[in-house]
């Protein structure tokens, strides 16, 4: 297992990880099917993430197939350029392998050397797993955003949570 930097030729992998993620689990913003991007349009957006220095997609390659990714966005405005946004996804036969973990550390050395000091994401309510790793990698709930989300006929919150390096 390889946790690496995200490059151009993982444009349809990356895609296909991402359809495959939302088949997989209710924990993701997009519906089955829904994700509907070409893969041109995969590999501007992965140029842009590159060219971007306070953004990072990081991937799990496993003998060159990608089997998660972890996404922090950052923007360039002096206000908030010391945070980013993340998200992240792993494809349920490698959940529970210890690959979020690692993905975080990863994150967070490139956090420090890239002077980002606060990481932040959502959760859903009903995500204990999530919850639970993102808590053991220090981070604390901020608030609850209720009825965020209409998942499967039923409103679902989410849970804000931030770390500070």
């Given at each position: 297992?390889?946790?690496r930097?995200i490059?151009?030729?993982?444009a ?5 990880l991402c359809?495959?993620?939302d088949?997989e689990?209710?924990?993701r913003l ?7 991007i070409t893969?041109?349009?995969q590999?501007k957006i992965?140029?842009?993430?590159i060219k971007n220095k306070?953004s990072?997609?990081?991937?799990v390659?496993i003998?060159g197939q990608l089997a998660?990714?972890l ?9 908030i350029?010391?945070c980013?946004?993340?998200s992240?996804g ?12 690692k993905l ?6 490139w956090?420090?050397?890239?002077q980002?000091h ?5 959760v859903m309510?009903n995500?204990k797993?999530?919850?639970a790793?993102?808590k053991?990698?220090?981070?604390k ?5 209720e009825?965020?989300?209409f ?5 679902i ?5 931030a770390?500070?390096?």
């Amino acid at each position: 297992m390889l946790i690496r930097t995200i490059r151009m030729e993982d444009a349809k992998n990356y895609l296909n990880l991402c359809k495959k993620l939302d088949r997989e689990t209710e924990f993701r913003l997009y519906e089955p099917g829904e994700l509907n991007i070409t893969i041109d349009q995969q590999r501007k957006i992965i140029q842009d993430l590159i060219k971007n220095k306070k953004s990072i997609l990081l991937v799990v390659d496993i003998y060159g197939q990608l089997a998660g990714y972890l996404l922090a966005l950052g923007r360039n405005i002096n206000r908030i350029k010391h945070c980013v946004h993340i998200s992240i996804g792993i494809l349920q036969d490698y959940v529970g392998q210890g690959i979020g973990t690692k993905l975080f550390i990863e994150l967070e050395k490139w956090a420090i050397q890239n002077q980002i000091h606060r990481l932040e994401l959502t959760v859903m309510v009903n995500n204990k797993a999530g919850q639970a790793l993102y808590k053991k990698m220090g981070f604390k709930v901020e608030g609850v955003k209720e009825h965020s989300l209409f998942v499967n006929g039923r409103y679902i919150d989410d849970i804000y949570m931030a770390k500070l390096i």
